[in-house]
């Protein structure tokens, strides 16, 4: 539904921008590496409970929820953004700003999203606005790489068939989300005889045979289905004792992704025949240990998600004067969407540098992110 925001919201979010500002430093400087959300977390629930909001609380996977007359509803729309952030720090991590950028790493992904979020439903809050549906505001866990998603499925396990649309902010409004990318990530380790380098000289070398077998999986060649894209990618290698020890252990991180359900089983098909085969021919042992699994989409009618991208493009272009387009991506939208739950990930800002120490957003571009979300959200108030 159309909302369209009157002078007193445009007001409220000209008078917030300096406190929004504020907002993304003091979430910037609060570490949040996935799995260990908890000061943000604990910052996000007394920030709304200094609102009055006595509903506000924490589960167990540490997302912060805040309801709005969800208590007997079965037509639940949630609007989240996550909390962690893909650096390992545990210290405060470091913040700066000069006329046109904030700087910090996570500043982007996913601070101005979330705090803009919380700016939006503090109007809410202070006008006590009454949701003319069911609405759920939540701050959640564990969407970057190994987090696995673990905030949202909690948030879809506790919900389940009662929330019917998800909104989730992450990113820049350039793009709408509307197409999940899939992806199986792996472990795999290598073990065999090793030996020293000169007295054992030929004997099996854990390091040799994981390069071995990575070029076997490098030789895939990745299926296509219409206009899918499925890709593969070694992260990490390791192993080894020292440059005199012939290796009896190597491991290697490994993934692969796609857009397409049946695709993902084609690579998961590929995989397993790679390390049988590959366990036939040479003389080792292969452990391999799932470390994420995200699912693709699973809608059986596209008509809602249609509805929902298609107002989530026209309000970023109406605000920002940009070119908004479809994409797919891999976000805390694959659970819901995975479940049949249409879903969508927008943004709101422009910055540079994501998932990098020199991430930077645009300063100028956050007022405009304030009124995208603003729009987005208030369509579902009176």
Partial sequence: MEYGLNKEVIQYLEDSFEETLQLIEDLCRISAPSGYEDKRAAFICEWFSKLGVNSVHIDEAKNVLVEFDCSNSNDIILFTAHTDTVFPDLDEL?????????????????????????????????????????????????????????????????????????????????????????SHRYKITVETE??????????????????????????????????????????????????????????????????????????????????????????????????????????????????????AIAVSEKYSGLKCYETSGSTDCNIPMSLGVPAICMGSYLGHGEHTREEKVRIDSILVGLKITAEMVLGYFD
């Avoid at 902010?169 to 999940?180: E, I, P, R, T």
């Fill in 194 to 311: 090793g030996g020293h380098s000169f007295r054992d000289f030929g004997n099996n070398n854990a390091i040799a045979l994981l390069s071995k077998l990575i070029c076997k999986l490098y030789k895939c060649e990745v299926p296509v289905i219409d206009e899918s894209i499925t890709t593969y990618n070694v992260g990490i290698i390791e192993g080894g004792t020292s440059v005199n020890t012939i290796a009896q252990k190597a491991s290697v991180l490994y993934e692969y992704r796609s857009d397409t359900v049946e695709c993902l089983a084609s690579m998961k098909e590929f995989f397993e025949n790679t390390i049988s085969k590959f366990l036939e021919n040479n003389k080792c042992t292969i452990s391999v240990e799932e470390i994420g699994i995200r699912p693709c989409g699973n809608l059986k009618d596209d008509s809602i998600l249609r509805n929902m991208t298609q107002k």
């Fill in 94 to 182: 470091p913040f700066s700003r000069d006329e046109e950028y904030l700087y910090a790493p996570g500043v982007g992904d996913d601070t101005t999203c979330l705090a803009i979020l919380m700016i939006v439903f503090k109007y809410c809050i202070l006008n006590n606005l009454t949701p003319n549906c069911n609405v759920l505001f939540a701050a959640n866990s564990c969407e970057e790489g190994l987090g696995n998603l673990k905030g949202i499925k909690q948030i879809m396990n506790t919900y389940g068939d009662r929330i019917r649309e998800v909104y989730t902010f992450d990113g820049q409004y350039v793009a709408v989300v509307n197409k999940c990318v899939g």
